[in-house]
Structures are given as C-alpha cells and as structure tokens.
C-alpha cells in the first residue's frame, strides 16, 4: 500500500461518504458501549452519518484512559511493524480531516526524544533504523543536541545525545476533545447516558434486540464495545493483558517554556497552547505499591501525590531549565488498555455478528482513523483490508 493510496481512502472517508448511509436500511439502533476517545469518536461518526446512535459509560466521558494519558499523537518510533507504523501515520491525517469538523486543540509541532541508558538507546536506535528503512513514510530523523537545543533552549540535552525528532507528531487536550465530541453527537441527534453500565446482551434467534443496562433495558441491533481495560469481561473472552498504570501531572498555567513534545529521560512532558504543561512518568509503579493499585484507583492518596509530584519534578529539573516556580493543578493515575500482542483489536466477533469490539493501546493517536472504518464497517457492512492485522479473531 503506497501513501498516496493512504491519502487517497483518507480523501474519500472526508468526503462525507457516511452521511445518509442509514436512510437507505432499515434503522439500526446501535449502542456504543464506552465513552473514552474511542467510543466518543465512534459514536460521533455514527451519529454525523445520521444513525440512531446510543452512547453509554458507567462512569462518565473520559473517566478513565482516555482523561488520565500522556495524550500523545504519535506515529513514528518505536512503532513496528510497518502496518502499525501506516495504521498510525494515517491517525494522524485522520485527525486533520477531523479537526475541519471538529474545534479539536491539538499542537502538531513534532516530538524530541533522546536516552542517557546506552543498553536502551541502542536497542531503540535498531529499531529506528528498520523505521527510518519505511523511508519517506515516516517523517523521522536523528539531530545532535545542538540542533535539539536551538529548537528547544530551555531544555539541556545530553552532551554527545543522538535525539530522534519525530516531526508529524502532535499533542491533544483530550478532555476538550471529549467534550467537542460529545456536543457535537447530541447535535446529530444521538443520545449520551452516564452513569450507565452495560450488563449483558438480548438476542432472539440470533438476533440482538436490546441490551441490560444499570439503567434498565435499552434497544440495540448492534454494539460496539470501546470499554478500555473492561473490554475482556465485556466480550467475556481474553484479548488484553494486564493493564499497566501510568502517572500524569498537569501544570496550572505556565509561562510558555517548550514548543515540542520532550521525552527525556524517565520523564515526558508538552505544553498546550493555554501553557498548561502535562507531565508523564514513564517508570511505572513501584512492586511496593501492588496491593494499593490493585482495584485499579484513577487517584491517589494525598501522602503519595506529594511523594509523585516531588519525584517527578525532580527527574525533570535534571534536564529542563526555568520550572523552579511551577505549580501542579491535578495528578491522576491512568491504566493502558494494552492488547496481547500490542496490536488494536478491532472488528465483529466471531460467532456474534451484532457484536463489535474497538480496543487498544495508543488510542488517543488511533481515535480518529479508527472512527472512521469502524464507522463504515458498521454502517456498509464492509471490510477494511487496513484493519486485517487488527481483527479479534487472532486472540477468539
Ligand atoms: C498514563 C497513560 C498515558 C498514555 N499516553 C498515551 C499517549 O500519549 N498517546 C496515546 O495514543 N495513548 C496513550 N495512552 C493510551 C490511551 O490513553 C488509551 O489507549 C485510550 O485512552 C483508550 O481509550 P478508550 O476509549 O479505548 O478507553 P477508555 O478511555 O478507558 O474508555 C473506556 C470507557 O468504557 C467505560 N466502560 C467500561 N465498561 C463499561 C460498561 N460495562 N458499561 C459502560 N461503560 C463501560 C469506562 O467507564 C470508560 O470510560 C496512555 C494511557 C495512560 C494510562
């Protein structure tokens, strides 16, 4: 598949060829079952083609993942293999087609990335090499510190770094893309309940008619599960592991220090335009906090927030200049919803035909391609030979 192919289906999924879809079958009534990135952008596809659209959460929009990541787009290392690596170049168009219809706040300004653990460095840079082997695809290149610094002065790179600078990433306020998402679903005509937890599915001669719900019963033909780290007790079968956690820190608003995103050593950071600075760790959890984190908490007790922030700040004052003063407004812990194999999965259940599952790591990067062929694989009941690789039938 060549890019301009790429370009070419990301034309002809702008150019509204959903829109209508519904008229022409008889009415679908269909439920998305999660509220993250994922299932609000789903839901907003379905709802913009003029679909009766139901989108439900047992907590609310953006209570898990999806408000609590690094919020990230990215497409280029270590992203392998190159299936993957297009997959997520074309989330990445997706979410420019996106943005013409939607007041999305995103910053492409591109991503820096360097190592001080040689053992890691290396192994990254193989990697990087079989990357860079995709050529033209993907927009990377290594730079010296002293290019780094000149785009970044306040940030001291290692002397002699090799830094990888990924130019078409972005960063995204994920919760005002929420927020945009759902106005804009309600707007279509589609309907949001919160708190309302999905129970089990009703099917009469094989047919879905309507689902259990914490709210009572509510008609549905079709489903698409996009519930994150639920999504192996929602398909009752095994297609993710273990989810990990992760802690982010957002600043209050900050005089403006970076453009880029950094990800520098043990630490990631990037600043929105309102100069809001948003901090990932990218150590994970110490052994010695396994029991608190076991019922999977998105906060975290005052003792430890102050013991978090410190560390955190702390790792980032060893290579960012000028932080000495900021404030923290909020510090979440978020859990990845990660595949077996690291790869989406996305596509009907074998032996559920009215059943259909979107679930993945980095789906803050995929939301808006992934929106886009589930959409039209829901609606024209097609199949997009761009998610072969991606279908739940390698794990059930
Ligand atoms: C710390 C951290 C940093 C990250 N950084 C990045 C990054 O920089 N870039 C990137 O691309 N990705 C990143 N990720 C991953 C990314 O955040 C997730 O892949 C993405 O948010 C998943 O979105 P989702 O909509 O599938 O899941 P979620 O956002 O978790 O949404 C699932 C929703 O389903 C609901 N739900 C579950 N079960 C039910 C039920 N039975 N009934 C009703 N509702 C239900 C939940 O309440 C939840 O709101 C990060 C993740 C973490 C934790």
Same mark, same amino acid.
């Given at each position: 598949m060549k890019r301009r192919d790429f370009l070419k289906i @990301?034309? +002809? @999924?702008? *150019? !509204? #060829?959903l829109l209508g879809v519904s008229g022409s079958k008889p009415k679908e009534k269909i439920l998305v079952v999660g509220a993250g990135i994922v299932g609000v952008t789903i839901a907003y596809e379905l709802s913009r083609a003029g679909v009766d659209v139901h989108l439900i959460d047992k907590k609310y929009p953006g209570s898990q993942a999806s408000g609590? *990541? %690094?919020s990230w787009i990215n497409a280029t290392y270590p992203k392998l293999? %190159?299936?993957y690596n297009f997959f997520s170049q074309m989330g990445i168009e997706a979410y420019k087609v996106l943005s013409k219809e939607v007041n999305l706040k995103i910053k492409w300004s591109g991503s820096l990335e360097w190592f001080e653990d040689n053992e890691i460095e290396s192994d990254s840079f193989v990697k990087l090499e079989k990357l860079m082997g995709y050529?033209?695809?993907?927009?990377?290149? &290594? $730079?010296?510190?002293?290019q780094a610094s000149k785009l970044e002065p306040s940030i001291t790179f290692g002397d002699s770094r090799r830094i990888i600078f990924s130019k078409s990433d972005g960063a995204i306020d994920t919760d005002a893309a929420i927020e945009e998402l759902t106005k804009k679903i309600l707007m279509y005509g589609g309907k949001i309940s919160f708190p309302c937890e999905y129970l089990a599915s009703n099917i009469k001669s094989g047919k @879905? %008619? !309507? $689902?259990? !719900? #914490? +709210? =009572?019963e509510i008609e549905a033909t079709k489903i698409i %599960?996009? =519930? =994150? $780290?639920d999504s192996n007790a929602l398909v /009752? /079968?095994? &297609? +993710?592991k273990e989810p990990t956690p992760g802690i982010i820190l957002r600043s209050k608003s900050f005089k403006k220090i970076i453009d880029r995103m950094v990800i520098g050593p043990g630490i990631h950071m990037h600043q929105q335009d309102d100069g809001v600075i948003y901090f990932g760790e990218q150590d994970g959890a110490p052994p010695t906090h396994k029991e608190r984190l076991s019922n999977k908490p998105n906060n975290i007790p005052d003792f430890y927030k102050v013991q978090h922030i410190?560390?955190?700040l702390e790792k980032t004052r060893t290579f960012v200049k000028n932080i000495s003063d900021i404030e923290i407004d909020k510090i979440s812990v978020g859990w990845r919803p990660l595949p077996l194999d690291g790869l989406p999965v996305i596509g009907w259940l074998p032996n559920q035909k009215d059943t259909y599952i979107a679930t993945m790591h980095s789906g803050i990067s995929l939301a808006a391609i992934v929106a886009k062929l589930v959409a039209q694989e829901v609606l024209e009941g097609t199949s997009s030979s761009l998610l072969d690789e991606f279908r739940p039938t390698r794990f059930v």
């Open positions: @990301l034309t +002809l @999924l702008a *150019s !509204s #060829s609590n *990541s %690094f293999p %190159f299936n050529k033209k695809y993907t927009p990377v290149e &290594v $730079i010296n510190s002293k @879905l %008619f !309507s $689902i259990d !719900s #914490s +709210l =009572g %599960f996009a =519930g =994150g $780290i /009752k /079968k095994t &297609v +993710l410190n560390n955190m």
